[in-house]
């Protein structure tokens, strides 16, 4: 018996209940949680109007966009189109057309959702990191009165869609603030607002890259919001 170490007493209990014999033990293990956590690595994904999304990871400076300019022309199409309609007010009209926007809207997003999962696996990171949006003020920014319903609409469609992909493909979806996440430079942390001029991201620092791409890596850094709450 040598180098085997005897029962301990307390390990385990055997008792009678209602005629049935159990026995009761105890198990219990370290989880390094901590630890894991700071060693996880993730990207980061900026949802916005010109690019519907821009996925990137911070590290390898890798980044996938979908801008597709089909896409961007659908969006001004169906734009106009939605307010020359809500003039009318004829709701049967504008209820067909909303049907056939959030059709073609269902099947990007799906499109979308599975190559951001594909981009997550490549560059071997657990984690998706996306802007809270919950807060619909936050998102005043974005877009026109006559759009805002279906954008937002869009928006969390796409994060449903990412949220669920994700899961199957055993990666984590975790939100983070989006205090501009679009003024901040990824480089030197500092957040200047005219550091941002349309589609470029310029900084005194001497960082330059792709406003949406930037904003991408800046999520990537940024904590989880959940992560902030257990914390505090
Ligand atoms: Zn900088």
Redesign the pocket.
């Known amino acids: 018996m040598e180098g085997i170490s005897a029962p301990q007493k307390g390990n385990g209990q055997l008792f009678q209940k209602k005629e049935k014999w159990y026995f009761s033990f105890v198990i219990s293990f370290e989880l390094q949680n901590d630890i894991l956590e700071k060693t996880e690595k993730s990207i980061g994904v900026d949802r916005g109007l010109k690019y519907i999304a821009v996925a990137g990871d911070k590290e390898t400076g890798k980044y996938v966009h979908f801008s597709g300019k089909h896409i961007g022309h659908i969006r001004r199409k169906f734009s106009r189109l939605r307010r020359k309609i809500q003039k009318t007010k004829n709701t049967k009209a504008l209820k067909r057309f909303e049907d056939k926007e959030q059709r073609i809207i269902h099947y990007w997003n799906h499109l979308i959702a599975k190559r951001i999962v594909q981009f997550a696996k490549q560059q071997g990171v657990s984690i998706i990191k996306i802007e809270d949006l919950s807060d619909i003020r936050s998102m005043k920014k974005y877009w026109k009165r006559s759009d805002r319903n279906v954008n937002s609409w869009a928006f969390y469609d796409l994060e449903l869609k990412l949220t669920y992909k994700a899961q199957l493909a055993e990666l984590e979806v975790q939100k983070v603030n989006p205090f501009k996440t679009s003024q901040e430079?990824?480089?030197?942390?500092?957040t200047v607002k005219k550091?941002r001029r349309g589609s470029l991201y310029k900084?005194?620092?001497?960082?330059k890259k792709n406003a949406d791409v930037n904003a991408s890596f800046v999520i990537s850094t940024r904590p989880s919001i959940e992560e902030k709450e257990t914390a505090a």
């Open positions: 430079c990824t480089n030197c942390g500092k550091n900084c005194s620092c001497g960082y």
